[in-house]
């Protein structure tokens, strides 16, 4: 099975415009997503993707793989579809490219979760260990079954009870696995669907298409940056380290 990483990345994020050339601490967000997962063994191929040009000279400027794919994506998942349908690989494997602290490890368990399991749409995900991240709306939360199989995946505090307490939840690490049959299928569609619109939680797409997905346990000790606060705090991890 021949499987590509990819990391899709636009310029025009609604929440942090010009995300993935913003300097951490001397090097662009996005050199930093592609220097994690070059480090991880099984990535035999990194690959990123985008619609901006002056992303595409940042990669080449250091030698790194890029790839232009249509401004028209609505998400990267679309991205990685408009990517797959003119390429010969088997299995993608997707990391967004607001993850410069990813877990190199993290990546390759998708990785082997994706050889045993070719042709499962699959994601991450991690306990989340806090009252604040459980009810934070930027943290898309995982409910399970006891199979692994994802029941749904929602921004709001889940799974709920009646004293509206914090009883224990998963939350969504961006790594994800797609057969090119499930991409072709997800690009496909008209649109996003109805549930996906309203989270913003791409995946939903699989689930309300009838497709199974399948989580994946990881470390989570990622951070993944939506915000200006979220890169104050990468910087200040990165420093320390």
């Known amino acids: 099975m021949k499987i590509a990483v990819v990391i899709p990345a636009r310029y025009q994020s609604s929440r942090l415009p010009g995300k993935p050339l913003v300097d951490l601490c001397g090097k662009t967000m996005i050199q930093r997503v592609v220097e994690r997962c070059s480090q991880a063994e099984?990535?035999?191929?990194?690959?990123?993707?985008?619609?901006?040009?002056?992303?595409?000279?940042?990669?080449?400027?250091?030698?790194?793989?890029?790839?232009?794919?249509?401004?028209?994506?609505?998400?990267?998942?679309?991205?990685?579809?408009?990517?797959?349908?003119?390429?010969?690989?088997?299995?993608?494997?997707?990391?967004?490219?607001?993850?410069?602290?990813?877990?190199?490890?993290?990546?390759?368990?998708?990785?082997?979760?994706?050889?045993?399991?070719?042709?499962?749409?699959?994601?991450?995900?991690?306990?989340?260990?806090?009252?604040?991240?459980?009810?934070?709306?930027?943290?898309?939360?995982?409910?399970?079954?006891?199979?692994?199989?994802?029941?749904?995946?929602?921004?709001?505090?889940?799974?709920?009870?009646?004293?509206?307490?914090?009883?224990?939840?998963?939350r969504q690490i961006c790594i994800y696995g797609f057969p090119k049959q499930s991409l072709v299928e997800f690009a496909a569609h008209p649109g996003k669907t109805p549930l996906e619109d309203i989270e913003d939680i791409e995946i939903l797409r699989f689930l309300e298409m009838g497709h199974e997905v399948g989580m994946v346990k990881l470390s989570g000790n990622s951070v993944a940056v939506d915000r200006m606060e979220d890169v104050e705090r990468v910087r200040k991890l990165l420093n320390e380290q």
């Not at 232009?68 to 990267?76: A, D, I, Q, V």
């Open 42 to 170: 099984l990535a035999k191929e990194v690959i990123v993707l985008t619609d901006s040009h002056e992303i595409l000279e940042e990669v080449h400027k250091w030698n790194g793989n890029a790839v232009m794919t249509p401004s028209s994506c609505l998400t990267g998942t679309d991205r990685c579809a408009a990517f797959a349908l003119n390429s010969d690989y088997d299995y993608f494997v997707n990391v967004q490219g607001d993850e410069p602290l990813l877990d190199p490890e993290d990546l390759n368990e998708i990785i082997r979760h994706a050889r045993n399991h070719p042709n499962l749409v699959i994601n991450g995900y991690a306990p989340i260990a806090s009252d604040e991240e459980y009810r934070s709306r930027h943290t898309p939360k995982v409910v399970l079954a006891p199979s692994g199989r994802l029941l749904y995946m929602s921004r709001s505090p889940i799974p709920g009870n009646k004293a509206d307490t914090f009883q224990g939840s998963h």
